[in-house]
């Protein structure tokens, strides 16, 4: 695995494969990660939002029964491993995107394993914000959809920006882990070429990208959420 | 003319917790407030301040009671009509409360968004209120970038924003310096007079109540001891709550008495010295002053004082008819326990 260029003609072979395959592999990675992380704050987001309002302290209190089940599930989709949750739920993308191969068929099984994280990342964000700012607006006569768009996402937005960051993380390591069931993308390329055939140059360039991409995410999701935060300017 | 009570709270009872952790914050609360007053609420910590304001505007619920404005029961409205008559009673906090990630500009002008204000109308507003709590130059700075008395300022220029009738102050000093409290204290003051709005003032420091408050009413564990004008319940408070709140080291001196003990009190409309000067050329009695708290306003005299009296009766009865005698001091005899 670490003995890497001592043959000419397999290196030659490997910077063939990288030069045809890795464009469209970073591609794939990043269309199917910005796919699945949209679908997954569609759902995960609101649902985090429901986690807090929803409560019997919350703004808009449910039925205890209804948030009980929420959070039973969401805890239930949380502790099944990712791979085994891929298979279970692979066939679902049979009915959802007509097909049970390939990297279109892996993202629905992502988005149901990543949903429940983005609510959760959410919930944790939506706590962290000063009750009493919330009082005041229904002090000012604010409606419950008005505190939740104008007072607790917007106050909370560089904390969803950072949750968004190791959402976006999480999410690239799922993808690339669903290589081992067909998805597409730099996993697939580490997984096919080098673990399965032994073309190691391909697999380490493929983790590099891999890498380079979690540095890029942290450090540009870091660095927006202390640019959008008020509460960061110097006097 | 009798008014209306903009704000009348009607027999109000609040409990918090159960069983053995049960809280009683408020038991059978009733005040009145009128349109155009400052009415202060005062207390110690604990005694339900927070509880009864907040109930005002039903951000907390009684268990029991009506809370009537103009007349009529908000806690009989649907949410809807509840938030509209919000609008109508803005609300300031100890700990301002402002938006952190909007400027003071957009804070001001986040009640008329609620309301469907225009963005343009809304501005144009938004910067005559900042006007009006003396920081135009303020638009565009977060409330990071603010004092704390600047925070407060924004924050009673966005109470406003929604034209209220009613201004509640929780502790809306408490975190402030004397002096910045004191410019809070008369920009409330100007508000109540320029625009007619009816404030009404939480507080644990009487300074506040007695500078800017007309009438107050004393809440101790969750019961009004006794609602008043200010000068008559500081000068003269009729219940042990009241005292122990309007003189607190002189209703309980650190030295035990063995002679009989007069309260005075003075409400304002004469100095102490000549008083006890001229009890002791007059009756040619001595009396020793055991204590007091008394502050000058104007140069006239608000506060306690405590005094020994002669054993006997006579000379007792002599002395506090002589005190009596005099307009803006009452004097009683008073025992250890108050
Ligand atoms: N949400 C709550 N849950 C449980 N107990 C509460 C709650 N809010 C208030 N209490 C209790 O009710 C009582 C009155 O509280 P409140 O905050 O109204 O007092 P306060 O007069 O405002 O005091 P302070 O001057 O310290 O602010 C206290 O004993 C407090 O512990
Ligand atoms: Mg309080």
Known sequence: MFDLFSDPVKVAQQLQIIASEYGFAVWETMYSLVLETVFAYVIGLPLGVLLVTGEREGIHPLPGWLMKIINWVINILRSVPFLILMIIVLPLSKILVGTKVGTIATIPPMVIAAFPLVARMVESSLRELDQGVIEAAQSMGASTWQIVAKVMLPEATPSLISGGTITLGTILGYGAMSAALGGGGLGKLAINYGYYNFKFIVMWAAVIGLILLVQIFQSAGTRLAAKSDKRLRGR | ?338
Not at chain 2, 40 to 59: D, E, M, Q, Y
Not at chain 2, 202 to 222: F, K, N, P, W, Y
Request: glycine residues 8%; negative net charge.
């Open chain 2, 1 to 338: 003319m009798k008014l209306e009570p903009i704000i009348e709270l009607q027999g109000l009872s609040k409990t918090f917790g159960s069983g053995d952790s049960q809280v009683a914050a408020l038991q059978n609360v009733s005040i009145a407030v009128n349109p155009g007053e400052i009415f202060g609420i005062i207390g110690l910590s604990g005694a339900g301040k927070s509880t009864l304001v907040r109930c005002v505007n039903l951000l907390e619920r009684p268990d029991a009671g009506k809370v009537l404005f103009h007349g009529e029961d908000l806690t009989k409205l649907t949410d809807k009509e509840l938030r509209q008559r919000r609008r109508k009673i803005s609300m300031i906090f100890q700990s301002f409360n402002l938006l952190d990630q909007r400027t003071s500009l957009d804070n001001i002008c986040f009640p008329l968004e609620l309301a469907g204000v225009s963005k343009k109308d809304a501005k144009k507003r938004a910067m005559e209120l900042l006007e009006t709590v003396g920081l135009p130059d303020k638009a565009g700075s977060y409330p990071v970038q603010l004092s704390g008395g600047q925070k407060q300022r924004i924050a009673i220029a966005r109470a406003l924003a929604s034209d209220p009738e009613v201004l509640l102050c929780d502790e809306a000093t408490s975190a402030l310096d004397p002096k910045t409290t004191d410019s809070i204290l008369k920009l409330l003051q100007k508000i109540n007079r320029e625009r007619g709005i009816t404030v009404i003032i939480i507080t644990h420091q009487m300074s506040v109540i007695e500078q800017i408050c007309h009438r107050v009413a004393i809440l101790d564990s969750g019961v009004v001891a006794e609602v008043g004008a200010v000068e008559s319940v500081f000068s003269n408070p009729q219940s042990k709550a009241g005292r122990r709140l309007v003189s607190p080291d002189v209703a309980l001196p650190v030295v035990d008495w063995d002679t009989p003990v007069a309260r005075i009190a003075f409400n304002g409309t004469m100095t102490e010295e000549p008083v006890i000067a001229s009890l002791v050329k007059e009756k040619g009695i001595l009396v020793s002053i055991l204590g007091a708290d008394t502050r000058n306003v104007d140069g006239k005299a608000f506060g306690t004082m405590l005094i020994s009296l002669p054993e006997e009766e006579d000379g007792k009865q002599a002395v506090l008819d002589f005190l009596n005698s005099h307009a803006g001091i009452s004097a009683e005899e008073v025992h250890k326990d108050v």
